[in-house]
């Protein structure tokens, strides 16, 4: 698939984009010697082993299983480590891209290419039974602004599904989450960033022709969060391009899975609960982490996506681990819930926390 730079960062990509937001390190640090910041995230990628290796045990795609998933975590286990004794061993110091990276080749190396499949599918269809009920509760709501409050609201509430962190991969695992009562319950507002007020005046102006959604997660997220969302952008008369993964990363929905979701939702008259989705457009992004470096993307998405005025970029891993303070030729949302501790610290905010973040471009 060929790569391309992400059209609508300001050229030239090298100098206007960074796809880090937490500095791991500064020019002034020594190379030689792991910063605290850089230790502090190996750990965060060392207590997630566990729940991979025992995801990847239970994989019945692939032979011999559970002696590939111990060979998994004690490779992995060692590049960390490998890590914290020398910045430079593995290609450079480490940063938020590179350690999902490390983390998502070995897997596929070691016969691993979707350990998180069964538990997607399984939130998948649970979804899709609520999809109903979540739409009619959000189009009963006459006041737009709470409408749009609530549905935003929904975004966070759907974010939580998050297999990548390990706290949350046990709550899962143990006893699942609702989301609607998880949408009730969110942090009260102000949120750690919260520039709702401001989108929503440009919202009623309706500022915005084409919107283009960088998706996280399967089930809750993509389904109760993320397409009520871009059903009232279509209501609107937006046109939208949900940009999903080319290839699995923990439960991110993939751009197959995600067509897959959509013809289960679509009526036969192409409507998604009564609204048109003829200017529904999914795009695969060519990613393959559970971030994403907007330096390269596919071809594909960059051509569908050149003449959009809002970037939307949702999920911690893409809107808030990556890509926060990217800046764009158009106006820029980037919204998810924060479900780790050590970017809660970063923010200033608590843990799940929200972020919504919105720049607007003076035309």
């Keep these: 698939m060929e790569m391309v730079p992400f059209p609508l960062i300001p050229k030239p990509i090298e100098v206007n984009y960074r796809a880090c937001t937490i500095p791991y390190r500064f020019p002034s640090d020594n190379p030689k010697i792991a910063t605290p910041t850089e230790i502090s995230w190996i750990n965060v990628f060392a207590n997630s082993i566990p729940s991979f290796k025992k995801r990847a045990e239970s994989d019945t795609t692939v032979s011999d ?57 399984e939130e998948n269809a649970k979804a899709i039974s609520l999809f109903p009920e979540v739409v009619s509760l959000s189009d009963a709501i006459e006041d737009e602004g709470e409408r749009l409050e609530n549905l935003v609201r929904g975004m966070f509430a759907g974010n939580i599904f998050d297999l990548g962190s390990a706290q949350l991969a046990e709550v899962f695992s143990r006893d699942g989450l609702s989301f609607l009562a998880t949408s009730q319950n969110l942090v009260p507002r102000p949120w750690v960033i919260d520039d709702l007020d401001s989108f929503q005046s440009n919202w009623f102006k309706n500022r915005w022709k084409k919107a283009v959604i960088f998706v996280d997660n399967s089930g809750a997220d993509i389904i109760l969060g993320i397409l009520p969302f871009a059903r009232e952008m ?121 972020v919504f973040k919105y720049n607007e471009v003076q035309s």
């Design 65 to 121: 299983a559970p002696a590939r998933a111990q060979q998994f975590a004690e490779r992995y286990g060692g590049i960390l480590e490998d890590w914290k004794k020398d910045p430079e061993s593995h290609g450079g110091p480490p940063d938020g891209v590179s350690l999902g990276r490390a983390r998502e080749h070995l897997l596929r190396e070691l016969g691993f290419m979707d350990i998180f499949k069964k538990v997607k599918d």
């Design 234 to 354: 279509l209501r609107r008369g937006m046109q939208v391009v949900l940009a999903a993964n080319d290839l699995p990363a923990i439960n991110d929905v993939t751009y197959t899975e995600l067509t897959e979701i959509l013809s289960q939702l679509n009526d036969e008259d192409g409507q998604l609960i009564g609204v048109d989705t003829s200017k529904l457009l999914v795009a695969n992004s060519g990613n393959d982490l559970a971030v994403i470096d907007l330096s390269r993307v596919s071809q594909e998405l960059a051509d569908i996506s050149a003449d959009a005025d809002l970037v939307i970029i949702e999920g911690m891993g893409r809107g808030i681990e990556t890509n926060l303070y990217a800046q764009f030729k158009c106006d820029s949302l980037k919204i998810g819930m924060v479900k780790h501790i050590e970017v809660a610290e970063f923010l200033g905010g608590r843990l799940y926390d929200c």
